[in-house]
């Protein structure tokens, strides 16, 4: 049997994931004067998509854009990070995201690098620019530091995967501490938890290089840890048949389209899009954001391929592009390029499409950041009524700390989280992956997944017959590796425990997409070919009921 750690951790607030959101949460928890613990499955210093650095940082500042927040709201609701958003939710991120920057620049992100608040990139001719250009090169190790210094105790290495509820409220969470070679379990009573474990990838093939699976655009250890966690505590989740595809250069897959300054062309060096014929910082080039198809849709017709042309930008705006992917996080790409010759001044840039992600398709939460589960609250990448990246995770988390810090204190002593039956349930399915001699290893297993999610949960067709089929195949798919897979190692059973997720996310995917009868952005149902007006702004959201995945219906607010 696994070991399991006899004394469990105790802390008012637990924040599962030391990203963006999972720090300022724990800062802000921290601030209110309760116990806070991040467990991490990587390091704070370095882990999750903004681990090396981000250059955008959506917001609303009065004295730049004027004090009417309603432009500011309907460019963000029609910018690449839009759509799928209660408006409640984006007005209260819009009126919070100033006070998040003013924190960054105090404690040493620089906001103004250039000494002004300055607006540059995803953005059209003469309309609002909602894209604050900051230098976040450094931005992880600051609030590791932050957190550190408000008393917050860090427990990297330390993935959670379960959340320990009774009677509808979270008392307690499990986690795998993959510190050494053999994993011990750990078990911690608690009276909130923040999950904050941001995208998830891995699960679809990588579009630039299918069977390198750790070749994603964002964060290929955020692997949908939050959405599973949630299911499997039966809180509700929203938007999750909705696909999002996001784009860069081709084979290497990399974020950070706006941080190019130049223009998409085709292989004539004619302009692809209609906003801008002559590169600009100010704007960027929107079309991706706007025409999220482009570079599939051009390499498709054989027109393509398409591309980023710098070659027209100015040497100091080609300077400045390149100090911003820096802080971008974007350092391995520009020494690839350094290595192999490719001057973005003489070279054009191949870019394509990448595979389906879920970012913003997640936790339903409320303007507390409470899920439907009382004490569990959720922020960033994976919430599902709200997204607004590297932002709405500074921003939500924010919230979500002092909601989950409030709670905490209203609650005396804690709950013998150990002593639930979750906690021996678990530890046998784990000691089943590690006692087993002999079987395939959790690498088969996601790319087997991936396969089923490409050819019946896909972007190019689903259809009722195709869902089913591949639900069908998904749930054998699951039986299967439940009994079969190896794990030699905790870092095994890590990736073991991280597909079982990513099959919790893809259960989600396939129920909610039979669900909705239409076509709609990425999902297109070759059963009902058109757009119904009447299921605009109305929602699927998914929970378990008696384990059972249950779809209902809600409106957008
Ligand atoms: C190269 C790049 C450039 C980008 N540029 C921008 C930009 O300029 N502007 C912008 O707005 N957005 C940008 N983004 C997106 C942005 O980085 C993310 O939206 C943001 O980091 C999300 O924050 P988060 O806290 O939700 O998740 P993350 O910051 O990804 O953090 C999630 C954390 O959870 C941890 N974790 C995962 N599973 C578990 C588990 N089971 N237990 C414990 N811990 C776990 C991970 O290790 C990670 O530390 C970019 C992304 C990339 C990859």
Redesign the pocket.
């Known amino acids: 049997m696994i070991e399991i750690d006899k004394t469990p951790i105790e802390t008012d607030v637990l924040v599962?994931?030391?990203?963006?959101?999972?720090l300022m949460a724990a800062i802000n928890a921290a601030e209110q004067g309760v116990s806070v613990l991040v467990?991490?499955?990587?390091n704070?210093k370095r882990?999750?998509?903004?681990a090396t650095g981000?250059?955008?940082?959506?917001c609303y500042i009065p004295d730049v854009h004027g004090n009417d927040i309603e432009p500011i709201l309907k460019e963000t609701q029609n910018s690449l990070i839009g759509g799928y958003h209660d408006s409640t939710h984006t007005i209260k991120f819009l009126e919070q995201s100033f006070d998040r920057v003013r924190d960054w620049d105090a404690w040493g992100i620089s906001m103004r690098p250039r000494g002004k608040w300055e607006f540059m990139g995803h953005a059209f001719p003469g309309r609002p620019r909602i894209w604050l250009k900051y230098a976040g090169h450094n931005q992880k190790e600051v609030l590791t530091r932050e957190a550190k210094r408000r008393g917050v105790i860090i427990e990297n290495h330390?993935?959670?995967?379960d959340v320990i509820t009774s009677e509808g409220e979270v008392i307690g969470a499990i986690g795998l501490s993959i510190r050494q070679e053999e994993p011990v379990l750990k078990v911690c009573r608690t009276k909130s938890v923040i999950l904050?474990?941001?995208?998830a990838s891995r699960l679809y093939p990588a579009a630039p290089s299918p069977g390198w699976l750790f070749n994603t655009?964002?964060?290929p250890?955020?692997?949908g840890?939050a959405q599973a966690i949630a299911y499997r505590a039966d809180a509700k989740l929203v938007n999750m048949e909705f696909p999002n595809r996001h784009a860069g250069p081709k084979f290497l897959a990399?974020?950070?389209k706006s941080s190019w300054i130049g223009v998409y062309k085709d292989p004539h060096r004619k302009p692809i899009g209609p906003f801008v014929t002559k590169p600009t910082k100010e704007l960027g080039d929107i079309t991706s954001d706007v025409w999220n198809s482009v570079f599939t849709d051009m390499h498709r017709s054989g027109r393509g391929p398409a591309y980023i042309d710098c070659t027209e930008t100015a040497e100091e705006d080609i300077e400045y592009m390149l100090w911003g992917m820096e802080n971008?996080?974007?350092t391995a790409m520009l020494n690839y390029m350094e290595e192999e010759g490719i001057d973005v001044r003489k070279h054009m840039v191949e870019f394509m499409q990448y595979e389906p992600h879920l970012?913003g398709r997640g936790i339903d939460i409320d303007l507390n950041a409470e899920s439907s589960v009382r004490g569990l609250y959720a922020?960033?990448?994976?919430v599902g009524n709200f997204r607004?990246?590297?932002?709405g995770?500074a921003t939500f988390?924010w919230i979500a700390g002092q909601s989950a810090a409030n709670r905490a204190k209203g609650l005396t002593g804690f709950q013998k989280a150990e002593q639930n039956p979750l906690v021996n349930e678990r530890a046998c399915l784990y000691s089943g992956f590690v006692e087993r001699q002999y079987g395939p290893s959790w690498k088969e297993a996601n790319l087997a997944l991936q396969q089923i999610m490409k050819d019946y949960a896909g972007t190019v067709v689903r259809s009722e017959t195709l869902l089913k089929a591949g639900l069908k195949y998904f749930g054998d798919l699951k039986e299967k590796a439940l009994n079969t897979v190896v794990a030699s190692d905790s870092h095994d059973l890590m990736r073991t425990m991280e597909v079982l997720d990513l099959m919790e996310c893809g259960e989600m995917i396939f129920v909610t997409a039979l669900e909705r009868r239409e076509t709609r952005g990425l999902h297109i149902r070759s059963d009902f070919p058109f757009t119904n007006p009447l299921l605009q702004d109305k929602w699927i959201t998914v929970r378990k009921e008696d384990g059972e995945p249950k779809v209902e219906w809600r409106d957008k607010k």
């Not at 467990?39 to 990587?42: D, F, G, H, R």
């Not at 981000?54 to 959506?58: A, G, R, T």
């Not at 330390?158 to 995967?161: D, E, G, K, Q, S």
């Open positions: 599962v994931g030391g990203g963006i959101a999972g467990a991490e499955k990587a704070t882990s999750g998509s903004g981000n250059d955008h940082f959506l330390l993935p959670i995967t904050t474990t941001g995208s655009a964002f964060c250890s955020c692997t840890a990399r974020c950070g971008e996080g974007l970012i922020a960033g990448d994976p607004a990246d590297i932002a995770a988390g």
